[in-house]
């Protein structure tokens, strides 16, 4: 159980909880990855409502960060998410 500790212990809802360890199981060495909202909310059965409150709750607590990535016509592409392993 070491490895999610932090999140386990935190006061967050199981919504946010999944999409951590769904984000987390996809960063790269520098911790980071791009899955877009449609893609979580399909691959954890969840409304891309939920996927887009849990991001939030995570963004909030301090667990993640998000970055908009951009096309180069300037069309907005899926985000960046770096997770925040300090805590």
Not at 2 to 31: C, E, Q, W
């Amino acid at each position: 159980m070491g490895y999610f500790n932090s999140i386990y212990a935190a006061d967050l809802p199981h919504r946010a909880v999944a999409v951590y360890m769904y984000l987390k199981d996809r960063t790269n060495k520098d911790g980071v990855c791009w899955p877009s909202i449609k893609t979580i909310a399909r691959e954890l059965h969840l409304s891309r409502a939920t996927v887009q409150r849990a991001l939030n709750d995570l963004c909030a607590a301090g667990y993640l960060s998000k970055k908009n990535r951009w096309r180069e016509n300037g069309g907005c592409t899926s985000n960046l998410y770096k997770i925040c392993d300090s805590l």
